[in-house]
C-alpha cells in the first residue's frame, strides 16, 4: 500500500479531536474554579465566624458539585467520548483495510467495540506495531471506560477485583471516598495519548508499506 498525502492530512485532522477535548476540559474547570473562587470571596466577606459558617452550611451542596462532582463527571464525559470516537476511526480504517486486501478475514459480527478493532490489527499486521505495552495499558482504559459506562464509575470492591488492581497500579487514578473512580487530568492525558497512537499505527497499517 502507498502513502497519500491526503489520507495523512485527514489523519492528521482527526486526531485534532483528542487534543480539543483536552482543551474542553480544560476550559470547563477553569469556569467551575472561578465559581469556586467566588464563593470564597463572599465568605471572605463575611466577619462573623458562625455567620460565615452558615454561609458554608447554606452552600455545602453547590460546593461539592463544582469542586468534586462536575469534574469528575466532566472527565467520564471525555473519557467516554474520545473512546467513542477512537471507535468511529477504527471502524473506517478497518472497512478501509477490507477494501484494499480482500484477502483480509472480516469479523463475522458487526457490533464491534474499541477492542475488538485493536485485535484485529493487532491480528492481521506486524505486531511489533502494536507494542504489548501500549495494547496492556489500552485495555486497562477500556476496563475503566467500561466501568464508567455500566456503572457511572461505581466500583464493586469483590466483583470488579480487576479495576481495583488497575487503580493501585496507576498514579493517576484512585476510588474516592464512595468507591467511584476518579482520575486526575495526566491520566486524560495518558488516554488521549495512547488512543491518538494506535489510530496513527493502524493508519500506518492502511495507507504506508
Request: glycine share 2%.
Amino acid at each position: 500500500m502507498i502513502v497519500k498525502k491526503g489520507y495523512d492530512a485527514w489523519l492528521s485532522l482527526s486526531l485534532t479531536y483528542f487534543q480539543e477535548m483536552e482543551r474542553f476540559l480544560e476550559e470547563t474547570e477553569t469556569l467551575w474554579n472561578t465559581r469556586l473562587k467566588e464563593y470564597e470571596a463572599m465568605a471572605n466577606e463575611i466577619k462573623e465566624e458562625e455567620i460565615k459558617e452558615e454561609f458554608y452550611d447554606y452552600h455545602y451542596d453547590e460546593w461539592i458539585l463544582y469542586r468534586d462532582d462536575f469534574p469528575r463527571i466532566a472527565k467520564y464525559s471525555v473519557v467516554v467520548n474520545c473512546f467513542s470516537y477512537f471507535e468511529k476511526l477504527s471502524s473506517e480504517y478497518y472497512n478501509r483495510a477490507l477494501k484494499f486486501n480482500t484477502k483480509l478475514e472480516k469479523y463475522h459480527s458487526d457490533r464491534l467495540h474499541a477492542r475488538d478493532y485493536v485485535n484485529w490489527f493487532r491480528k492481521n499486521f506486524d505486531k511489533e506495531i502494536f507494542p504489548n505495552q501500549t495494547f496492556s495499558t489500552f485495555d486497562a482504559m477500556n476496563q475503566v471506560r467500561n466501568r464508567i459506562v455500566h456503572s457511572n464509575g461505581k466500583v464493586d470492591l469483590y466483583k470488579n477485583k480487576g479495576i481495583v488492581k488497575i487503580i493501585d497500579n496507576s498514579s493517576s487514578i484512585k476510588l474516592n471516598d464512595r468507591n467511584e473512580i476518579y482520575m486526575n487530568r495526566e491520566y486524560i492525558r495518558e488516554v488521549t495519548n495512547v488512543l491518538s497512537e494506535l489510530i496513527q499505527n493502524m493508519h500506518n497499517c492502511v495507507y504506508k508499506k
